[in-house]
Nanobody, 126 residues
Framework: QVQLVESGGGLVQPGGSLRLSCAAS????????LNWYRQAPGKERELVAT????????NYADSVKGRFTISRDNAKNTVSLQMNSLKPEDTAVYYC???????????????????WGQGTQVTVSS
């Protein structure tokens, strides 16, 4: 059974930092693009950061550019989100997501798949 387990959330003062981690028990972890989403109370879930399966590209929501950094370690099946200069508006539940679109790599064919973690709460408040 595939699991994504987030950790590292908590309460932090404005201007502080947190590092979220997500450990994945998924076969062929390196074939997935990895994302962090967040959902604040009363708001829709939004995409915060993305890293491609080959780590050759990252993308960020405008609201977090220059403050958040996504990274992955394919050897450890983990993805992290370093969050600096946190603001009260960053308060949300943060979700780890692994998604794969179908592709062929030589003689191997990988099917579409998507998995979510259970979320971790981040609260930025003085």
């Amino acid at each position: 059974q595939v699991q994504l387990v987030e950790s590292g959330g908590g309460l932090v003062q404005p201007g502080g930092s947190l590092r979220l981690s997500c450990a994945a028990s998924v076969i062929n972890f390196s074939t997935y693009n990895l994302n962090w989403y967040r959902q604040a109370p009363g708001k829709e879930r939004e995409l915060v950061a993305t890293i491609t399966r080959t780590s050759d590209s990252t993308n960020y929501a405008d609201s977090v550019k220059g403050r958040f950094t996504i990274s992955r370690d394919n050897a450890k099946n983990t993805v992290s989100l370093q969050m600096n200069s946190l603001k009260p508006e960053d308060t949300a539940v943060y979700y780890c997501n692994a998604e794969r679109r179908p592709f062929r790599d030589g003689s191997d064919f990988y099917t579409e798949a998507i998995y979510w973690g259970q979320g971790t709460q981040v609260t930025v408040s003085s």
